[in-house]
C-alpha cells in the first residue's frame, strides 16, 4: 500500500545518519569483506521511502556509505531522517546541513518518539509509526513544501496495518555495500523489562506482516544483492510462538527455492529453549544464530528487572539446547544493575566460559526514556544528565568500580585466545547439528569474495596483525579440516570483538552501546 499524492509531485531525501563507533556495528571487520561499508540497511527509512507516492522521486542515502552532497540537498524538495538515541547528534547535524539549502526536515523512528525534546531544529517530527502521522505529513509536504513557520508534531494514532506494508525500498540501498541483510516480520514485544522500551513504544501485543510477505521481502532482498546472512530484526521472535510457528514452513520452502543461500538469526527470549517444536523449524530453516537478552546470570537480578521469563529453564540448559538445534547464542549482558555485587564481573567471566557464548554485548545499564527503569530512577532521583559518563544511571556501587569492572571484563572476555576458544567450542559443537544445506554454486562471484575475505584475513590479522600465534592456531585447524567457511564466518566477528574490547578496556570506547537497541537498523535489541 502506498500514499496518495493527488497529482503533487515532491523529490524526497531520505537520509539516515552514521553510527557512532560501537560493539554492535562490527566496523572493524569492514576492512577484511569485499567493500562493505554499514552494518545492515535501515528498515524505517526505507519502508517510509516505499509509502511515499509512486509518482515522487526518492533518492535515499546511508551516510555510513556517503554522505549527503550539496547536490543531493539541491534536488531535494524535503529531508527524512530517522535513527536512534545513539545517532542524535548525527541526526541535527543532517538536519543543520538541509536547512543550510532552506529545506523543510522531518523526522521520525525510534529516537524522537521516546524523545521528541531531542530534535527541536526539525520542522516536522513523526512520532510512532507508520500510520495517520505518516498520510499527514505527506499531505502537509504536498499542500506546501517550505519550511513551516513553527515546528509541526505529528503523532501517530492510527497505525497502518503492518500486512499493509509495502516491501521496504531496498532497490534504493546498495545492499552489497551491508554487512547483514535485514527484515522485520513482527512489531512489540509481551514482556516488560524494567529497562526496555520496546512495550512502551511498540506494544505488548505483537503485531505481524503475513508469512507471504516475508518471503517477497526475501526474493526482493536477494534481486537487490543481498548475500550471506539476514536478521530478523523483531523485537522476540516469539513474541507470538503461533505466528512463528506459521512462517517457518515458507521459509523452509523458500530456502529449498533457493538453495538455501542465506543464513538467518534473530532476537528471542530465552524461553526459546522450552519450543522444540519452534527450535526445529528454525532449525530446518537455517537459522544459525539467536541473540537471546539474557542480560544477567544472577537470578535475584533477573527477578528485580522482571525478567523471569529467563528463568523458566536453566540458563546453562537454555543455552545448550539452543546450540543443539544448530543456533549459536549471542546474548546481551547488562552491568551496573542494583543487584550487582563486587564479585559480579567475576561471576560474569565465569558465566562467560561455562556457557562457551563467543559473542556477548556487554553494556552498563542505560535507563531509556518510556521504560519503568526511567520512572523509578527519576522517582529515586537516580538520573544524571551528564554526556561525559559512560551511563545516566547513578549506580548502588561506585560509578568508578562500575565502570572499571566493565572495562576488565571486555579486555578478558575478549582476549584473543579466549574468544577463538570459544569459536573452537562453537564450530565442534553447535554448527554439526546444522541442516546440511546442498553445497553453494560455485560462481565467479561468490568464488571472488570468498578469496578476497581469505586474502583480507590472512595479511591483516595473519600477517600484519598483533595476536598472530592466536591466530594462525586456529586457523590452521580450520584449514587442516576444509573448514574453510568457519573461518571465514568466525573471524569476520571475532576480529571486531577483539579490537573493539582492546580499545574498550583501555577507555576509548564508551561502556554503554545499550541505546544500540537497533530497532531501526536493527541489532541485537533483547
Ligand atoms: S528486553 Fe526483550 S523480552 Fe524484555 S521487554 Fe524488551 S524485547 Fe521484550
Known amino acids: 500500500m502506498r500514499a496518495e499524492s493527488a497529482g503533487v509531485v515532491r523529490r524526497i531525501l531520505c537520509v539516515f545518519p552514521r553510527y557512532t563507533s560501537s560493539f554492535g556495528t562490527f566496523e572493524y571487520s569492514y576492512p577484511l569483506t569485499d567493500g562493505v561499508q554499514a552494518f545492515m540497511p535501515p528498515q524505517g527509512l526505507l519502508l517510509i521511502a516505499a509509502y511515499l507516492p509512486e509518482n515522487w522521486p526518492v533518492r535515499f542515502i546511508d551516510e555510513n556509505i556517503r554522505p549527503a552532497t550539496a547536490e543531493d540537498f539541491e534536488w531535494a524538495e524535503a529531508v527524512f531522517v530517522s535513527g536512534m538515541h545513539i545517532q542524535r547528534h548525527q541526526m541535527n547535524d543532517i538536519c543543520r546541513r538541509a536547512h543550510a ?44 513544501p517550505s519550511r513551516p513557520s513553527r515546528q509541526v508534531v505529528l503523532k501517530t494514532a492510527d497505525r497502518l496495518d503492518m500486512t499493509c506494508f509495502p516491501l521496504p525500498a531496498y532497490e534504493l540501498a546498495e545492499l552489497k555495500r551491508y554487512f547483514l541483510g535485514s527484515i522485520q516480520y513482527s512489531s512489540g514485544c509481551p514482556y516488560q523489562c524494567e529497562f526496555c522500551d520496546i512495550p512502551g513504544l511498540y506494544g ?4 505481524l506482516k503475513t508469512p507471504q510477505q516475508i518471503t517477497a521481502e526475501l526474493d526482493k532482498l536477494l534481486e537487490c544483492g543481498i548475500r550471506g546472512s539476514v536478521y530478523f530484526v523483531d523485537d522476540n521472535f516469539i513474541g507470538n510462538r503461533k505466528a512463528a510457528l506459521d512462517l517457518l514452513p515458507h521459509l523452509v520452502e ?39 537478552g539474557i542480560e544477567t546470570p544472577d537470578p535475584v537480578a533477573l527477578k528485580a528487572m522482571h525478567k523471569d521469563h529467563n528463568m523458566m529453564v536453566p540458563i546453562m540448559e537454555g543455552i545448550r539446547t539452543i546450540n543443539s538445534y ?25 558465566f562467560i566460559e561455562a556457557s562457551q557464548i563467543p559473542l556477548l554485548t556487554i553494556n552498563l545499564l ?12 527519576a522517582r529515586e532521583n537516580r538520573l544524571i544528565e551528564d554526556e561525559g559518563l559512560e551511563s545516566n544511571v547513578v549506580f548502588r556501587q561506585p560509578y568508578d568500580e562500575v565502570v572499571d ?40 562471484q561468490n568464488i571472488k569474495l570468498g578469496l578476497t575475505m581469505l586474502r583480507n584475513i590472512f595479511w591483516k590479522i595473519g600477517v600484519l596483525g598483533d595476536y598472530k600465534l592466536e591466530f594462525w592456531k586456529f586457523a590452521l585447524r580450520r584449514l587442516a579440516r576444509g573448514e574453510i567457511e568457519h573461518l571465514i564466518a568466525s573471524m569476520m566477528v571475532a576480529h571486531h570483538l577483539i579490537m573493539f574490547a582492546r580499545g574498550a578496556s583501555r577507555g576509548r570506547q564508551n561502556a554503554s552501546n545499550y541505546s544500540m537497541r537497533l530497532r531501526e537498523a536493527s541489532v541485537p535489541a533483547e
Open 326 to 350: 544448530g543456533m549459536e547464542v549471542v546474548s546481551g549482558i547488562i552491568l551496573g544493575l542494583d543487584t550487582d555485587k563486587p564479585d559480579t564481573g567475576a561471576h560474569l567471566l565465569e
Open 204 to 207: 505488548r501485543n505483537p503485531r
Open 101 to 144: 539549502f532552506d529545506l523543510p526536515v522531518a523526522i521520525g523512528g525510534p529516537s524522537v518518539s521516546a524523545c521528541p525534546d531531542y530534535y527541536p531544529s526539525f520542522d516536522y517530527l513523526h512520532v510512532g509509526e507508520l500510520g495517520d502521522a505518516t498520510d499527514e505529513l505527506i499531505a502537509l509536504l504536498a499542500r506546501d
Open 405 to 444: 569492572t566493565w572495562r576488565k571484563c571486555m579486555g578478558v572476555a575478549y582476549e584473543p585466545a579466549r574468544v577463538l576458544k570459544r569459536y573452537e567450542y562453537q564450530i565442534q559443537n553447535t554448527a554439526p547439528n546444522q541442516v546440511k544445506r546442498p553445497p553453494q554454486k560455485a560462481t565467479r
Open 254 to 292: 523458500w530456502q529449498k527455492k533457493t538453495g538455501f543461500i542465506l543464513r538467518f538469526s534473530c532476537e528471542a527470549t530465552l524461553n526459546i529453549a522450552k519450543r522444540p517444536e519452534i527450535l526445529a523449524g528454525m532449525r530446518e530453516a537455517f537459522f544459525c544464530t539467536v541473540f537471546c
Open 366 to 377: 542505560q535507563a531509556l526514556p518510556k521504560t519503568p527503569l526511567w520512572d523509578r530512577l
